[in-house]
C-alpha cells in the first residue's frame, strides 16, 4: 500500500507563492489519481484539486481555478501542488491522497498526515 | 455541486451504545459514498466505501448502508477508541464534496 509524506506547508504572505509536495513510497504510485483537500483549522474538509494517473487530466475547485496547480512525475513518485496568489482563506492543513482508479478523478480517498499552511502577513 | 447533508453535527454516547449517523445526498449518488473518521490532530482514515464496503483493517463494528440519496453509518458498540469526527463523502460527481462533520464523544 502506497504511503503518502507531504512537505512545503508554511508561512507565506498573502499574495505570495508556496509549492507543497507529496511523496509516496510503495508500489504502483503511477496507476493512481491523486488529489489535494484541505482542511481549515477547526472546520470541515474542501477537496481542492485532483490529477490523473498519467498527469493529463487535472481538474480544480472553483475556489483555486486559475491560481493553484497540481501536477506529478511520476519519475520521482511525487505529486505537487503550486499556489499562487495565496489569500487569508486559503490557510489550511493541505492533505495529498490516492483515489483507486487510474483515468477516474472521482473515487473514494486514502490520505497523507498533512502539511500546515499559513497565509499571513 | 452535489451538496451532503450530515447530521447530526454531534452526538454523545456510552461506552458499548449503538451510534447512527446520517448522510443525504443533493441528488441521486447510486452507492459513491465513503466515510472516514478522524481523530483529532490526524489525517482522515477511510473506513466504508462504496456505501457498505468495509475497508480492509477495518474492525467490524463499523458498517455503512443506502443508496440514491440517504446513506447511515453505524458503530453497532462503541469504543473508547472511537471518538473522533465523521466525515461522509460523494464521488459520483467531481468536485468530491464532503459533509460537515459528526463529532462523536463518550458520555
Known amino acids: 500500500e502506497v504511503q503518502l509524506v507531504e512537505s512545503g506547508g508554511g508561512l507565506a504572505q498573502p499574495g505570495g507563492s508556496l509549492r507543497l509536495s507529496c511523496s509516496a513510497s510503495g508500489s504502483s504510485f503511477d496507476r493512481n489519481a491523486m488529489c489535494w483537500v484541505r482542511q481549515a483549522p477547526g472546520q470541515g474538509l474542501e477537496w481542492v484539486a485532483g490529477?490523473?494517473?498519467?498527469?493529463?487530466?487535472?481538474y480544480y475547485a472553483d475556489s483555486v481555478n486559475g491560481r493553484f496547480t497540481i501536477a506529478r512525475d511520476n519519475s520521482k513518485n511525487t505529486l505537487y501542488l503550486q499556489m499562487n496568489s495565496l489569500r487569508a482563506e486559503d490557510t489550511a492543513f493541505y492533505y495529498c491522497?490516492?483515489?483507486?482508479?487510474?483515468?477516474?478523478?472521482?473515487?473514494?480517498?486514502?490520505w497523507g498526515q498533512g502539511t500546515l499552511v499559513i497565509v499571513s502577513s | 455541486d452535489i451538496q451532503m447533508t450530515q447530521s447530526p453535527a454531534s452526538l454523545s454516547a456510552s461506552v458499548g451504545d449503538r451510534v447512527t449517523i446520517t448522510c443525504q445526498a443533493s441528488?441521486?449518488?447510486?452507492?459513491?459514498v465513503s466515510w472516514y473518521r478522524q481523530k483529532p490532530g490526524k489525517a482522515p482514515k477511510l473506513l466504508i466505501y462504496?456505501?457498505?464496503s468495509l475497508e480492509r483493517g477495518v474492525p467490524s463494528r463499523f458498517s455503512g448502508s443506502g443508496s440514491g440519496t440517504d446513506f447511515t453509518f453505524t458503530i453497532s458498540s462503541l469504543q473508547p477508541e472511537d471518538i473522533a469526527t465523521y466525515y461522509c463523502?460523494?464521488?459520483?460527481?467531481?468536485?468530491?464534496?464532503f459533509g460537515g462533520g459528526t463529532k462523536v464523544e463518550i458520555e
Open positions: 462504496h456505501a457498505s
Open positions: 491522497a490516492t483515489t483507486p482508479y487510474y483515468d477516474i478523478l472521482t473515487g473514494y480517498l486514502k
Open positions: 490529477v490523473t494517473g498519467s498527469g493529463d487530466g487535472v
Open positions: 441528488q441521486d449518488i447510486i452507492n459513491y
Open positions: 463523502q460523494q464521488y459520483h460527481n467531481l468536485p468530491l464534496t
